[in-house]
């Protein structure tokens, strides 16, 4: 742990919060045996940002304890990941302080991003550059779901799947894809099966749309059968190639992708698409 990086966003984090802001908190205060009404700081002037105690109560901890104090100070070694989101929502860290912190406690950034509904920031942000895309783009949540694409990409998928793992995997309502996979059963099969695997098994609350495409894919014979085998670990896509019907010429082509993941959602991707007719 960098405990002097580490104290440094917490207390700073804290400082620029403002009292007023948690409503809860006079009740708090009260029913630890604080007086209701807030003092003052140094020089009489009245505290507006939380204390260190305020913290503690807001995240449950009794009063007489010290747990936020220590926490902030760095005498917590190891602080967990839940422990580590409840101060980061007290505290209304945005998604690069909540990384930060992370990276200053563990090492490395946080496996999930604080708020789970970012879809609309993220589209919001991300839809006028892939509209400028030459090339076929488009933008997919954590779960697959098509969030943004151009007109490329519309010509080339034709239409745009709104679930781009369904349409891989041919599941409902995409039953007709597998036509514009030439090479599925090397390459876009086993690649989209060892996605889900990867993606449910390290998110620890993985979601529902994930959790029913599983569902869907043990009910199908030949998914299951490649499912349930050895899978190659394979995480993105970025420098992929394989080939493609594209769906407006209907003509066999090859299509190289590269992929990159907005900051602040860490299981989002931007793909861009590039389909080569074959000679």
């Known amino acids: 742990m960098d405990k002097q990086r580490f104290g440094q966003i917490l207390g700073r984090a804290r400082q620029r919060t403002d009292a007023a802001d948690y409503p809860e908190l006079p009740e708090l205060r009260h029913k630890a045996g604080l007086p209701a009404e807030r003092g003052s700081g140094p020089g009489g002037r009245r505290l507006h940002c939380l204390s260190q105690v305020e913290v503690s109560l807001l995240l449950g901890f009794d009063a007489a304890q010290d747990n936020y104090a220590r926490l902030e100070r760095g005498l917590i070694a190891n602080p967990s990941d839940e422990l580590l989101r ?6 209304r860290l945005q998604e690069h302080q909540w990384h930060d912190l992370y990276i200053a406690a563990h090492g490395h950034k946080a496996p999930r991003p604080l708020q789970a509904v970012i879809s609309l920031a993220v589209q ?3 839809s006028w550059a892939i509209e400028g895309q030459r ?5 997919s949540d954590g779960a697959w779901n098509v969030l943004a694409y151009n007109s490329a990409a519309e010509a080339l998928f034709n239409p745009m799947p709104k679930n781009m793992m369904r349409w ?17 059963a090397e390459s ?3 690649v989209a ?3 889900l695997r990867t993606a449910l098994a390290e ?10 495409i599983e569902r869907e894919v043990l009910a199908e014979p030949e998914l299951r059968a490649m499912y349930n085998s050895f899978l190659d670990s394979y995480i993105h896509p970025d420098g992929t190639r394989r080939l493609m019907v594209h769906g407006t010429l209907r003509e066999k082509g090859v299509m190289d992708a590269v992929a990159s993941t907005p900051m602040g959602a860490p299981h989002y991707r931007v793909l861009i698409m590039k389909w080569t007719p074959l000679a």
């Open 135 to 139: 090339h076929a783009a488009y933008l």
């Open 86 to 91: 409840q101060v980061a929502t007290v505290l």
């Open 193 to 195: 099966l060892s996605q």
């Open 124 to 126: 919001g942000n991300w």
């Open 188 to 190: 876009w099969g086993p």
């Open 203 to 212: 998110r620890s609350e993985a979601c529902g749309t994930l959790q029913q």
């Open 168 to 184: 891989m995997l041919s599941l409902a309502p995409e039953q007709r894809s597998r036509a514009a996979m030439p090479d599925w």
